[in-house]
Nanobody
Framework: QVQLVESGGGLVQPGGSLRLSCASSENIWNIWRMGWYRQAPGSQRDLVAKILRNGDATYADSFKGRFVISRDFATNSIYLQMNSLKVDDTAVYYC??????????WGQGTQVTVSS
């Protein structure tokens, strides 16, 4: 069973940047789809970006152009580069994996706070 561990969250000022990491316990080339979601207090968990096994990446419209998802096979990790951060980006960010297109695995989440 794949396990996911997020890191890189923290406090940043509006307009700043932050890079989140998600380390997988298994080879990410063997995972059908991985992605990033976020959830603010009182809100639903929303998709930020996802990347398929073949490398195709997609983004929710709200984050397109500001956030970039990437992967590194050497570390079995995916990343989320967040730029031009806004206060509304404050949320818990979760790493997600669909190892076989059927099961769904989540990391514990990492807090991102955008504040001056």
């Amino acid at each position: 069973q794949v396990q996911l561990v997020e890191s890189g969250g923290g406090l940043v000022q509006p307009g700043g940047s932050l890079r989140l990491s998600c380390a997988s316990s298994e080879n990410i080339w063997n995972i059908w789809r991985m992605g990033w979601y976020r959830q603010a207090p009182g809100s639903q968990r929303d998709l930020v970006a996802k990347i398929l096994r073949n490398g195709d990446a997609t983004y929710a419209d709200s984050f397109k152009g500001r956030f970039v998802i990437s992967r590194d096979f050497a570390t079995n990790s995916i990343y989320l580069q967040m730029n031009s951060l806004k206060v509304d980006d404050t949320a818990v960010y979760y790493c997600n994996a669909e190892p076989d297109g059927l099961h769904d695995v989540w990391g514990q989440g990492t807090q991102v706070t955008v504040s001056s």
